[in-house]
Structures are given as C-alpha cells and as structure tokens.
C-alpha cells in the first residue's frame, strides 16, 4: 500500500467533514482583507475549495493551485454547481511556477504547515516572492499541533464517517515527532466498508512542521518580506496569547 497525502479516501473524508458553506472563522477575515486588493489572487493549497468558493461569490479575483488531483477534482466540482469556473492550477507551492504575477497570495488553516521540510517552507516563501508583484502581500496562518504533542506513539480511533452511499469509512492515526526538526509525523489508515465488505483502504503520511512566532517572524524577514503583521484567530488586532490560538501573518514583497 502506497502513502500519499491526499489521495481519493482522505479526499471523501476531507470533503464530508469540511463541507463547503460551512462557518469557518477565516472565510470572513480574508474576504475582509482580500477584497481590498486589485489584481490576481492566488489561494495556494486550495483543497476543496472551502475557502476558495466563498471568496469567488464574493466577488474576488482568485486562481486556486493545489498538489492533489483529487482535492481539485472536488473543488472543480463545487464550482461547476454554483456556476463558478475559476482557474485551477496542479502543482507543489515550493516549485511553483506559475504565468504572470499576482496582487496576494494566501494559505489558510495552517495548511503551510504541511511542507514537511524547512528548506521546503523557505522554497514556498521564496516562490511566493518570484509569484508577487512589488508590494504584494502574503497571508498565511500557522498553529501548534498541540493535541498530536499529547498523545505520540498511540493509536487513536475516530469515529466512523457515514458516505452518502451508505458505506463508513473508519480512521486510525497514530503520531511521531521530532522535536529536533518540529515536525509531527501522523501516519493514518482509511478503511472504507459497504455490506460488511471492505471495499477499499489507504495509507495517508500527514506531515506538520510547525515554527514559533518570532522564528517565523524571521524566515519571512530574511527571504524578502517587510511590513508583517500578526493576529490571533482571524481577528484583526488580538495578539496571539495562547499555544492553542491560531497565528495570522500578513506581509508585503520588498521592492
């Protein structure tokens, strides 16, 4: 069986549980931000489209890119039944290569986080300033995987996830870290079931490499970015005062 990150179980699972039209505390804080800004947008490691959606239907100039086929596949699908067609680009962040500049670029939810290595974070910041125009901004939100920290090296059991066919999909996980390097390593095992038969399984390698503030606060700094600002939780003007609040970075391409 073959580890991937996203691949067509994970993808149903993603999709089920992260429902399009759902309330998530970033949709509004980055139609806020976003919509002030001319130009193209690019929303990297789009997924599904949670966030992508909303900010088409508000009105926002934005392109999508994500690694996963199968994400893409879903948001393609999303968009078509709301009659949106955006642009969809297939790729990885720290190669990015993509045509023309763009005003912003924004990852939500922390999913910066699943660039496994520092050199990969530092490649997507870099890419990220080749992708700008002068005095274009960056957001891109990070957390502390705080709960996978309590509960290394044991297996944890979800609840069953019912498919609109009538099949579950049961999910176990276990975690590994390396404090050296920050990264946890959660390793999970789909396994979908439809009249008592399992009808297919899946090996996911879910990687988070996590950065403390000022640390970031420097990557950022020293791969060409200026004007940063943080908030916590999607809410302009909280400081971040708790391991378990979300960290919002904004910040501007230096000329």
Same mark, same amino acid.
């Given at each position: 069986?073959?580890?991937?990150?996203?691949?067509?179980?994970?993808?149903?699972?993603?999709?089920?549980?992260?429902?399009?039209?759902?309330?998530?505390? &970033?949709?509004?804080?980055?139609?806020? #931000? =976003?919509?002030?800004?001319?130009?193209?947008?690019?929303?990297?490691?789009?997924?599904?489209?949670?966030? =992508?959606?909303?900010?088409?239907?508000?009105?926002?100039?934005?392109?999508?890119?994500?690694?996963?086929?199968?994400?893409?596949?879903?948001?393609?699908?999303?968009?078509?039944?709301?009659?949106?067609?955006?642009?969809? #680009?297939?790729?990885?962040?720290?190669?990015?290569?993509?045509?023309?500049? /763009?005003?912003?670029?924004?990852?939500? /939810?922390?999913?910066?986080?699943?660039?496994?290595?520092?050199?990969?974070?530092?490649?997507?910041?870099?890419?990220?300033?080749? #992708?700008?125009?002068?005095?274009?901004?960056?957001?891109?939100?990070?957390?502390?995987?705080?709960? *996978?920290?309590?509960?290394?090296?044991? %297996?944890?059991?979800?609840?069953?996830?019912?498919?609109? *066919?009538? !099949?579950?999909?049961?999910?176990?996980?276990? !975690?590994?870290?390396?404090?050296?390097?920050?990264?946890?390593?959660?390793?999970?095992?789909?396994?979908?079931?439809? *009249?008592?038969?399992?009808?297919?399984?899946?090996?996911?390698?879910?990687?988070? #490499?996590? /950065?403390?503030? &000022?640390? /970031? %606060?420097?990557?950022?700094?020293?791969?060409?970015?200026?004007?940063?600002?943080?908030?916590?939780?999607?809410?302009?003007?909280?400081?971040?005062?708790?391991?378990? *609040?979300?960290?919002?970075?904004?910040?501007?391409?230096?000329?």
């Amino acid at each position: 069986m073959t580890l991937m990150a996203y691949g067509p179980l994970c993808t149903e699972v993603y999709d089920i549980t992260k429902r399009i039209g759902g309330t998530y505390p &970033d949709i509004p804080y980055y139609i806020k #931000h =976003l919509s002030l800004i001319k130009g193209r947008i690019l929303e990297a490691m789009v997924g599904t489209g949670g966030l =992508l959606i909303p900010l088409l239907e508000a009105g926002i100039n934005i392109e999508g890119v994500d690694t996963s086929p199968d994400m893409l596949a879903v948001c393609r699908k999303y968009c078509a039944a709301r009659g949106l067609n955006p642009i969809l #680009h297939q790729g990885s962040i720290e190669n990015l290569d993509l045509p023309g500049k /763009f005003s912003a670029i924004a990852v939500s /939810f922390g999913s910066f986080m699943l660039l496994e290595k520092r050199s990969a974070a530092i490649a997507a910041l870099q890419a990220f300033a080749r #992708h700008l125009e002068p005095q274009g901004r960056i957001f891109i939100d990070l957390q502390l995987p705080i709960e *996978d920290f309590k509960t290394e090296n044991t %297996i944890k059991q979800r609840l069953p996830i019912t498919c609109p *066919d009538g !099949s579950i999909i049961l999910l176990q996980s276990t !975690s590994e870290i390396d404090w050296f390097n920050q990264l946890n390593m959660t390793i999970t095992r789909y396994e979908k079931w439809k *009249d008592g038969k399992l009808v297919a399984t899946e090996l996911q390698r879910f990687p988070l #490499h996590w /950065f403390g503030r &000022d640390e /970031f %606060i420097m990557c950022l700094q020293e791969n060409g970015y200026k004007d940063i600002t943080l908030c916590a939780n999607y809410t302009d003007g909280l400081q971040p005062s708790s391991y378990k *609040d979300t960290l919002c970075f904004s910040a501007a391409l230096t000329e």
